[in-house]
C-alpha cells in the first residue's frame, strides 16, 4: 500500500484544489478515475484508465424517471449467488465541484448477480430476476409507469439470509423469529442482521452501555442511522469530491485493488 500511495503522489505531486470522480469513461465495465486540477489557471485532467481485471464480472444499472432522465435519489439493490446484498444510490450531487456518473456500478469479481430491485423516490418499484447473460452489460431500468404492470417474475433468487415476500421484492428472513432455537445455549441472545443474524452471551450493561457483540464486554451505545453508525464530515459534503489528500488515497484504493 505504502509504495501504491508514493506512485500516487508521485503522479498527483502536491496539486492543490484538484476534486475527482470515478467514472467508467471508456465504456469497459471497470470504473476509471478523473481528476480535475487548476483552481486559478487551466490545467489539463489527469485521467487513470484501469487495465486490470478484465475476467471480474460487473453490472451497471441506470434507473430512469418517467421522461426518461437519470432517476437522481433511487435505490438500485443487487442480490448475489455468493456475496449477498450490494445496495447503490443514484446520487443527485456528489459535493462541491464534482458529480457521480448517475449509474449504479457493481463489481462482482467471481460473483454472480441473480435479482435487482430499483426503489424510486416517489415508492414505486421494480424487481427482475437475472442470468448469466446479463452480467457485464449496462442494463437500463425504465420507470414503471402503469401501477399495476406486473413488475417482477415469480423465478426472483434473493440468495440466503433473504426471501420474496408477498409483492415480490427480497426481504431479510428474522431467524430470531423464525427459529428461535438458533442460537447455541452459551451465545442464546439473538440479535437479526439485514442478511443473516447475530448470537451472543447473555450480559447485563448499565444505562447508555451495551453489550459487545461477542456479549463479553459492556461498550457505550451509539447512534446508528439506517444501519449503518454514524461518522464525521468530510471536504466537500461526502461522495468522491474530495481534497487532494483523499485524492490520492482514492487512487491509491483504486491502484492497490487493481493488483489484487
Ligand atoms: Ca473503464
Ligand atoms: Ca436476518
Redesign the pocket.
Known amino acids: 500500500m505504502r509504495q501504491v500511495q508514493d506512485r500516487a503522489h508521485h503522479l498527483e505531486g502536491d496539486s492543490l484544489e484538484c476534486r475527482a470522480v470515478v467514472t467508467d469513461f471508456d465504456g469497459d465495465g471497470r470504473l476509471d478515475l478523473i481528476v480535475s486540477h487548476g483552481e486559478s489557471a487551466a490545467q489539463p485532467l489527469s485521467v487513470y484508465r484501469v487495465i486490470q481485471g478484465s475476467s471480474n464480472r460487473w453490472l451497471r444499472v441506470i434507473p430512469r424517471t418517467r421522461f426518461g432522465a437519470f432517476a437522481r435519489g433511487a435505490k438500485v439493490v443487487v442480490y448475489t449467488k455468493r456475496s449477498g446484498p450490494h445496495t447503490r444510490i443514484i446520487d443527485g450531487g456528489s459535493g462541491y465541484l464534482c458529480e457521480m456518473e448517475p449509474v449504479a456500478h457493481f463489481g462482482l469479481g467471481k460473483d454472480l448477480a441473480t435479482s435487482v430491485e430499483v426503489f424510486w423516490p416517489d415508492g414505486r418499484s421494480m424487481a427482475k430476476p437475472l442470468d448469466r447473460s446479463d452480467m457485464n452489460t449496462v442494463l437500463e431500468v425504465l420507470y414503471p409507469k402503469d401501477q399495476h404492470e406486473p413488475t417482477t417474475a415469480p423465478e426472483m433468487e434473493c440468495g440466503h439470509?433473504?426471501a420474496v415476500n408477498e409483492h415480490g421484492r427480497c426481504t431479510?428472513?428474522?431467524?430470531?423469529f423464525q427459529f428461535p432455537s438458533v442460537c447455541p445455549p452459551e451465545r442464546p441472545v439473538c440479535t437479526?442482521?439485514?442478511?443473516?443474524?447475530k448470537c451472543r452471551a447473555n450480559k447485563r450493561c448499565n444505562h447508555g452501555y451495551e453489550p459487545n457483540d461477542e456479549g463479553t464486554a459492556c461498550v457505550a451505545q451509539v447512534a446508528y442511522f439506517g444501519g449503518g453508525q454514524s461518522s464525521g464530515g468530510g471536504d466537500g459534503g461526502g461522495g468522491v469530491c474530495v481534497g487532494v489528500e483523499r485524492i490520492l488515497l482514492l487512487l491509491s484504493l483504486l491502484l492497490s485493488s487493481q493488483m489484487t
Open positions: 439470509g433473504f431479510d428472513e428474522d431467524e430470531c437479526n442482521t439485514y442478511g443473516s443474524f
